[in-house]
């Protein structure tokens, strides 16, 4: 995903502030600035002015080009200057903003004129008009942040995992989310199914989950989910103190929905496939949240549910073509420290390829 995607940023216009001054040590006038132009440091805008000039790669301003140098005045709470910043580089212009003393604020003479990207000059004649410049564009960058997200979770599935790990309910669940916005959600062989919607609460990017149909799970995951999206296809979603995180995965290999098995058939139209039951064990243990097995414990599989209660007839774990297509097998897993066996049933289908 692109970087714009990443940042989940501020996208601000403006352009080049200069002012009229002489030597601060001198008691001539330095400068005009109108009162009502201050831009105090705790204001929004101040905060917004500071997210342009960050640097950092994942937060770079892709709207506007600032227009150097120029000169920054500093005030103080009585509208005294007490600094003059001459601003050359977006990196200086962050550092200068950042060491702004608490209660001081920043002159801007207007008008300001900025270089968009494609070359035309916007003009900006004073402190309302900037704020305006600045909302426009924020919109116009969710507009592309909450697109790319969208198109984002469609490709390939994602994968849940816990910051606590004492919580395991939804270890290694899977969303599998459609272009029109629906998902199937997978969890331990179960399957629920629901819609998702995209979109920002001022600039906090959101998802809001719903399940179709009533149930622990529903009651779970039907919220507006704070999102957080950060390198390497990660995402976290937060709703009050629940925290969970959604990988993205493409390799089928690497994750599980349910226990059905398919396989590419050995001669075209025979429906007759050869099946290795043993790759399919770390699916069996993840979907049904067991134990590891230990070199102690078996596991093995059946063609009926009486041979595996019996142990009769066991199938070979690394070949096997199936006898009718869909085909039913029985998996019986007996783990040493328990009398109790456990029995899963699993489906496997020969289709073509």
Known sequence: MKENILKIGLCVLIGMITFSCSDLDDNEEVGTVDLVNLIEKESELFDLITRV?????????????FIYSFTLLEYNDIVGVVAQHVISSDSQFSY??????????????????SQLENGEEFLIQNKEELKQAIDDCVLEEQLVVAGNCRQLL????????HEDDTVDTYENAVFDIAEDGTFKFYNNGAVFEGTRIVYF????????????????????WSF???????????????????VFTLTQECEEENYCTELVFVECEDVVGSEISEFVFEEYIPCIIEINDLDELTMDDTIAFYESEVDANSQSNPLSLSSYQNTTNVQIIYV??????????????????SISC
């Open 201 to 220: 609460i001022e600039d906090e990017l959101h998802i809001n989950m719903a399940f179709e149909e009533t149930s622990d799970t529903a009651d779970d």
């Open 53 to 65: 000039a960050d640097e950092d790669a994942e937060k770079e301003i892709t709207c506007i080009k």
């Open 96 to 113: 200068v903003l950042e060491g702004i003393t608490d209660g001081n604020s920043i002159g801007i003479s207007f008008p300001i004129q």
């Open 224 to 242: 507006d989910w704070k999102t957080e999206v950060l390198p390497d296809n990660i995402m976290n979603l937060t709703n009050d103190d629940i």
């Open 332 to 349: 019986r897993i007996d783990y040493t420290m328990s009398t109790e066996f456990i029995l899963i049933p699993i489906e496997i289908q």
């Open 154 to 161: 469609q490709e390939c599935v994602w994968v849940v995992s």
